[in-house]
Nanobody, 123 residues
Framework: VQLQACGGGLVQAGGSLRLSCAAS????????MGWFRQAPGKEREFLAT????????YYADSVKGRFTISRDNAKNTVYLQMNSLKPEDTAVYYC?????????????????WGQGTQVTVSS
């Protein structure tokens, strides 16, 4: 599946952004989807994942309660709503797709990746 992420930008601390990731190619509704991010000089970090049918979600502790992952299988799109943004949320954000149901927070479980979208949070 091909993925295209968008929606990043510059926002002040405390603000909100919604990222979108549009999928094309194979059957989107067969894939679990995840969001990751990578800050300069740091490793890529898992943020959130949603099951293929949207029935279950899982979040990293660092974003739980602030970020919400959702999907619209009719539109082949997954979203990441980000609220109460902090300067430490500044990073390139990536969406990714997985077929498996295990290791859902592991980068290695995701076979297809979008190109990334930059999010910058100013203090």
């Amino acid at each position: 599946v091909q993925l295209q992420a968008c929606g990043g930008g510059l926002v002040q601390a405390g603000g909100s952004l919604r990222l979108s990731c549009a999928a094309s190619g194979r059957t989107f509704s067969s894939y679990g989807m995840g969001w990751f991010r990578q800050a300069p000089g740091k490793e890529r970090e898992f943020l959130a994942t949603i099951s293929a049918n949207g029935g279950s979600t899982y979040y990293a502790d660092s974003v739980k309660g602030r970020f919400t992952i959702s999907r619209d299988n009719a539109k082949n799109t997954v979203y990441l709503q980000m609220n109460s943004l902090k300067p430490e949320d500044t990073a390139v954000y990536y969406c990714a797709a997985r077929l498996g149901r295990t290791g859902i927070a592991l980068e290695s479980s995701y076979g297809d990746w979008g190109q990334g979208t930059q999010v910058t949070v100013s203090s």
